[in-house]
Structures are given as C-alpha cells and as structure tokens.
C-alpha cells in the first residue's frame, strides 16, 4: 500500500482492485485520521492537490459497503475535504505540539527547543545531552554542567557534586575522575587533587587524606604512593635488620643524607666517612679515626659492607681498626709503617 500517493491512485477502495487483506477498511482510514489528525503525511500528503469531491464520493461507497451510514463522524470532519486546511500549529522556542490535543506545550524539564517547528518535527522537544541539564520548564537551550560537577545521563534536570578523593577540571564533565595514587581531595565539588605532602603518601586511588609515615620516618618529595617511600631523614640511618624501627642519629665523623626506606631488609650504607674517618665492613656505622689522620684512609667516601675493595677502607695496603695495620714486610714506627 503506497501511502504516499492519493489513495485512488495506488489502490482503489471502491474498485475491489486489491486483495481484501491489502486493502484498509474505511473504518481503519478514519481511526488512523483521529489519532494524529494534523500530521503533514496523513493530510498534506493524501489530500493536497487531490480533487476532493471524488476522494469524498469514494469514500462514502466504501463506508456504504461497510454498513456505515453516518459521516458526520468520519475523516471528513477532522481532515477536511477542501484539502489546504490540513495544517499543524507552529510551536515557538520552549514549546512542542501535543499529539493528543494537537496544541503547543512547554518542554518538560531536562529538555529543550531553540526554534519554532510545526508538523512531525515538532512533537517533542530535544534532551540535555550528558554533561548539560535544564531545570525549567519551557527552555530554550540548555546550561552546562560547572568544573567540580558532572551529569552523567542525557535529560537531566540538574549536576551532581563531584564527591570527596575526585574532580573535574572541565565544563560539561560526564564523570568525576578519581584522585591518583600519592593524590588526594578532601572537599566535594574540586577541580583537582593535592599531592599527598612530605612526610605522608597514599596508596589508593580516590584517597579524601593522606597517611603519615611511620614513626619517624618521612618522604622525600610530594606525591609519595606507598609506605615504602618512607625513609629515614637526613641526620639519621636505619641500624642493620631494624627495619620498622626508629631511625638512629647520625655518629660524628660522619654525614647521613637519610633516605633508607621503610621495611628494607638490605643494609643502610648511605653514611658517608668525612677525611680522617673510617670504618669495618662488618660493623660501618661504628666510626673511628685513622691511626695517622687522613694519610692512613682514602679520605671522603661512603662506607662500605665487605673487604672486596679494601683500599676503600684504608689507603697504602693498611688494615684493622683505625688502619693502624701495616701492610706486609712493613713495620710500624710511630705513625708511618716503613719497609723492612
């Protein structure tokens, strides 16, 4: 069935021309008119430049065959036969047409329309796209969702509040994103993270606070992301296997920049001897002056925990405590070893 042509043209009704179930009834013609009298197809369409006085004689066999008399009722009274009249309202900006009453109606919250519109176009109004929202009733355009607020669903009527450990930076945000790990937001409704401060780090995203290191420990840098940024400060070190301990106060004759972080198990050997200094491979945070002052050691220089280069330890092939050992087939005299 060509609806878009007269309906004489593409299927008699009268004429018995189709098949009994391709044909609609006179009945169906008239339901279909009442339910959305104005629409452009069903009477600009079918009637406009048709000659109506045949579309009306046609018509009127066909209810005639069907046993319907009366057409006071019919088609005819809602889509007239002078055919131009067949025309849907206009509905201006912050308006569509109602289907059911065929008049023009404020758009509903969460939607919208800029223009004026008439015919199928116009019955229904446009939806805030995600990120946008419109809160009034017979909007005209719609408003964009603030930075620190989101709105994730189209039709919406207003934005949430980004929540505490989130943010947006952006009009018309969709979603808030969640603080990084070693970020953080305490306050809902923010534009961005803090990074977590000297001294305290965060290993979760989405974190509204950062967590103190322990004891005495601290980090060196913002933005610490777990517990084992944590080290001992500088003036300080961590002793051999305390490693959740308090960090120990440097010993003189020796600068410690700190830094040995929490929980590792290897030996701290960021101490480093100033001239004049040593000490053993097994023991390196116990300091002791050189036998001969700084000719007997290499000068400044990180300790070390084995003798696998012993001239980092003493100088001239010294050894022992204070490198107050000769080397061999030397003897000591005084403060100078001399050879035999």
Avoid at 6 to 20: D, I
């Amino acid at each position: 069935w060509q609806w878009h042509k007269p309906l004489w043209t593409a299927c008699p009704v009268a004429c018995g021309l189709c098949e009994p179930e391709d044909r609609p009834t006179a009945s169906e013609l008239m339901i279909e008119c009442y339910d959305d009298p104005y629409t452009e197809d069903w009477c600009s369409l079918r009637f406009q430049g048709t000659d109506c006085s045949t579309w009306t004689n046609r018509m009127t066999v066909a209810f005639e065959n069907e046993g319907i008399a009366r057409m006071n009722d019919t088609l005819f009274s809602k889509c007239p036969a002078t055919c131009g009249l067949c025309t849907a309202p206009v509905c201006g900006p912050g308006s569509y047409r109602d289907r059911s009453n065929h008049s023009c109606e404020d758009c509903d919250v969460g939607t919208y329309n800029s223009e004026s519109r008439s015919g199928d176009e116009a019955t229904k109004c446009t939806a805030a796209m995600a990120g946008d929202y419109v809160a009034v009733v017979g909007a005209t355009s719609y408003s964009r969702c603030e930075a620190g607020e989101f709105s994730s669903t189209a039709g919406s009527t207003g934005c949430g509040t980004c929540p505490a450990g989130s943010y947006s930076d952006s009009f018309s945000a969709t979603e808030c994103v969640k603080c990084k790990v070693g970020w953080y937001q305490e306050e809902a409704g923010s534009t961005e993270c803090i990074a977590c401060p000297v001294g305290n780090y965060s290993d979760t995203e989405g974190a509204t606070a950062c967590e103190a290191c322990p004891l005495d420990r601290t980090t060196f840098f913002v933005g610490a992301r777990a517990i084992t940024e944590c080290g001992c400060p500088e003036g300080t070190y961590q002793p051999t296997g305390r490693t959740e301990e308090n960090c120990e106060t440097c010993p003189d004759g020796m600068t410690c920049p700190g830094g040995h972080y929490y929980g590792t198990a290897t030996v701290d050997m960021t101490g480093v001897l100033a001239d004049g200094m040593m000490s053993l491979p097994e023991d390196p945070w116990t300091v002791y002056t050189c036998f001969n002052e700084e000719k007997s050691c290499p000068g400044e220089r990180s300790i070390i925990s084995s003798y696998s280069d012993l001239g980092s330890v003493c100088k001239d092939g010294r050894s022992g405590v204070r490198c107050s050992k000769c080397p061999a087939d030397h003897y000591r005299w005084g403060r100078q070893c001399e050879a035999c």
